[in-house]
């Protein structure tokens, strides 16, 4: 790891600041709470677990009001969902999974009282810690499997008056004590070597011979994936060469696991017939909050893999799958 990679760590320790502002109107039914912004000196929006957030609810009202009180609850759970693909429609909707509770905790923010007229900060700070020692997840927005962290914040007024809520979702990102071994690999593609191919169109098949690298398996999540591919030989002309990121989402149920794999995103790395016996760079950055670490627990997996697609323009294609490791 660089010193500029430990310098951008040192720098998401610093504060966090959540900012609220509650707008007040002469009509009630236009009464709302909404965020500004996040403060945070660095470039992302993040906080590394555990940490002490500290930040402030600021209320602009132009005349004030009274109000029983100024609360916030803070709450973070793990969603799953079945896939219809493994266990079929009526079962997904039948065989509810009940989510993970990773935090919850209210924390109240200020007494009953008045607001002033004009802008009034209310100062708030809290400790993010599981459950019942609760081991936090990262935060992770996928198809069966879902991550989440939320600060909900209340301002309760009068009888015939709508309350205020805003609801703010946070960043959490759990590093690693030490970095995992690269662990590169090569290979190699030929027709023999493909499986799950019937015979009678593996001898109907042109000959190819394709080769390359993966310089990581073991890939940290907020660098790139990269390696490269050479076609070797190929008597028949390629049409494209694309490189896709998969996430393999495993959720336990009470008849078994439900497995399910998607495409996260595809990347294009080759167009036409490319050049033989030339090194076609491997590059592909992981998108934020649609990958994590890949994270395995007795409820569900989260797994990614990625898959390097050769498509002939016979309309042949053949496909590498890598197995990877994310971590941070």
Sequence with gaps: MTQSRHDELDV??????????????????????????????????????P???QGQVIISSPKGFSHQGLAMKVEGSARLQLSTKSTGLFESFNNNVTPMELVYFHLPVAPAGKVPPGISKFPFEFELQGNDDQELLETYHGVHVSVKYEIMCDCIRGIMKN?????????????????LPESPTEFHI?????ENVRPQRLSAMPFFHITGKVHRTNCPVNLPFTGEIIIEEAKSPIKSIELQLIRVESVAHADGVARDATEIQNVQIGWGDVCHQMAIPIYMIFPRLFTCPTMLTPAFKVEFETKVVVLFGNGHMITENFPIILYR
Aim: proline share 10%; glycine share 2%; with cysteine.
């Design 12 to 49: 998401t320790r610093f504060r966090k600041e959540l900012l609220f502002v509650c707008c007040k109107s002469d009509g009630p039914s236009t009464d709302r709470i909404r965020q500004l912004h996040n403060i945070l000196p660095s470039p992302t929006d993040m906080m590394l677990s």
């Design 51 to 53: 940490e002490t957030i």
């Design 163 to 179: 309350k205020l809520h805003k609801t703010l979702e946070f960043v959490v990102e759990v590093p690693l004590r030490e970095p």
């Design 190 to 194: 030929t027709p023999a070597s493909l």
